[in-house]
């Protein structure tokens, strides 16, 4: 049965209300974040709290202050979804397309310059906190966190640059976005290191590539990581990219070129 709304105000709050296409992705997308979010505040207590886990202060502190620093020099990843949305939709990616150069891969070296150049600079900021914490990361621990941190740049980017693919089905992506990014504080250690997750989940999340942007290079950086972390992050890369350039190559050019 029909109702019949005579009320202009009621009729077009209701109009707007069906403009959001309240049980769409977006909407389950939603909760599922909130979710996540709710799991992010158990896991805390429950790894910090019920479990009395007793940690080393200088070291989780020298962690901290790493981890912030690694989530800045690699923020330019986290745009790459936005960007990727916006290209697509408002059609601004049709000129690169015709361009000979790859897309994909200009827009991922325009991003990695920007973060080798900022972490050239914080690298030297890492050091001087080891020192001043009276742990000095060493020469090659540096020169491992130096790529580690550039892979971690490159697994991020990746992720993103899928979601970003998405919009040639959902034309808002920041949802998937924002639940990225939930997980990646949740379990990927910027909000707590992902080796104080309790043992289940923590086995978990090794196999995902969430530790593997920020959680990896941090240890390397400490020397609590090395060369199968790295290679880890190598494989990461190799699965995403693959995923990535299908996606880009079969869906996203397809739907460009024919109008889909």
């Given at each position: 049965m ?86 697509i939709?408002?059609?601004?990616i ?37 020192v ?18 550039l ?29 990225i990014?939930?997980?990646?504080m ?75």
């Open positions: 029909n109702l019949q709304i005579k009320n202009p105000y009621i009729l077009g709050a209701i109009l707007e209300l069906k403009k959001e296409k309240l049980f769409g992705a977006d909407f389950f997308m939603s909760f599922f974040a909130i979710f996540i979010k709710s799991c992010l505040s158990y896991f805390v207590f429950h790894a910090v709290f019920m479990n009395s886990v007793q940690v080393d202060a200088n070291q989780i502190t020298l962690y901290y202050i790493i981890v912030n620093i690694v989530a800045l020099t690699v923020q330019a990843g986290m745009y790459v979804a936005y960007n990727h949305m916006e290209d939709n408002t059609g601004k049709i000129p690169q397309l015709l361009h000979p150069l790859s897309y994909p891969i200009c827009q991922y070296l325009d991003n990695l310059i920007l973060t080798i150049s900022q972490l050239v600079v914080n690298l030297f900021l890492i050091f001087l906190v080891s001043l914490l009276g742990d000095a990361t060493g020469l090659m621990e540096l020169l491992l966190g130096f790529l580690s941190v892979l971690g740049f490159t697994v991020l980017y990746l992720i993103q640059a899928i979601i970003g693919c998405f919009s040639v089905w959902f034309h808002d992506i920041t949802r998937f976005r924002d639940v990014y939930t997980l990646l949740a379990l990927g250690g910027r909000l707590l290191p992902s080796d104080l997750l309790y043992s289940g989940l923590k086995k978990i999340v090794y196999y995902t590539p969430l530790p593997y942007v920020y959680d990896i290079p941090v240890k390397v950086l400490m020397g609590n990581a090395g060369y199968r972390q790295i290679g880890i992050q190598l494989l990461w890369i190799l699965l995403l990219g693959v995923a990535y350039m299908y996606l880009f190559e079969h869906h996203v050019k397809h739907n460009i070129e024919f109008g889909g």
